[in-house]
């Protein structure tokens, strides 16, 4: 079972991917999988526990795994499996709204939604542009499925990491990338 877990910082390389596509697929994904607005903070516990497992007839399932079995490794998420291992710390962090631990699961759940058919042993970045990179999409979708940027344009960060429940760095990304449209 945890023979997709890495423990490496890098991402492989992936189909490209720009930032609009990305948002396009988070949007879909909070629509049609999470059944919420875009102006609603999303409930990531209720769609990792809940929803993914029920949309999925249980074929979605994930692990709560001891910290010395997961190691540095936060979650990890195998889409083919439609499995996800997450530390035990995270899992009960994300039981108590840690904002870190929101993004970590959202960022599972862009594996999950981008990464079908791709091995995600993580390893040398060395040889693929940014856009694709698996992590770095990952991480565009998690940002966009917390915090949609139609939604950070003309407000603060304090305002966004209130209404997502996102941290300051994540809200600071947010409204970086709402000035820019």
């Given at each position: 079972?945890?023979d997709?877990?890495?423990?490496?910082n890098?991402?492989i390389?992936v189909k490209?991917r720009?930032?609009d596509?990305?948002?396009?697929l988070?949007?879909?994904?909070r629509?049609?999988?999470?059944?919420?607005e875009?102006?609603?903070?999303?409930?990531?516990?209720?769609?990792?526990?809940?929803?993914l497992?029920k949309l999925?007839?249980?074929e979605?399932?994930?692990?709560?795994?001891?910290?010395?079995?997961?190691?540095?490794?936060?979650?990890?998420?195998?889409?083919d499996r439609?499995?996800m291992?997450?530390?035990?710390d995270?899992?009960d962090?994300?039981?108590?709204?840690?904002f870190?631990?929101?993004f970590?699961?959202?960022?599972?759940?862009?594996h999950f939604?981008?990464?079908?058919g791709?091995?995600?042993?993580?390893g040398?970045?060395?040889?693929?542009?940014?856009?694709?990179?698996?992590?770095?999409?990952?991480?565009?979708?998690?940002?966009?499925?917390?915090?949609?940027v139609?939604?950070?344009?003309?407000?603060?960060?304090?305002e966004?990491?209130?209404?997502f429940?996102?941290s300051r760095?994540?809200?600071g990304?947010?409204?970086?990338?709402?000035?820019?449209?």
């Open positions: 079972m945890l997709f877990i890495q423990k490496h890098t991402g390389k490209p720009s930032k596509s990305i948002a396009g988070a949007g879909a994904f629509r049609k999988v999470c059944k919420t875009v102006t609603d903070c999303l409930d990531v516990l209720k769609v990792l526990e809940l929803i497992p999925t007839e249980g979605f399932e994930f692990f709560p795994l001891d910290n010395e079995v997961m190691g540095d490794t936060e979650a990890a998420m195998s889409p439609m499995k291992c997450i530390r035990q995270v899992y962090a994300l039981h108590e709204g840690d870190r631990a929101r970590t699961i959202a960022h599972e759940f862009g939604m981008l990464h079908e791709v091995a995600l042993a993580r040398n970045a060395k040889d693929h542009k940014i856009y694709e990179d698996s992590e770095w999409q990952a991480n565009c979708f998690a940002a966009e499925l917390l915090a949609p139609s939604q950070c344009i003309n407000v603060t960060e304090d966004i990491m209130e209404r429940q996102v760095q994540c809200a990304f947010r409204l970086k990338e709402a000035n820019k449209r």
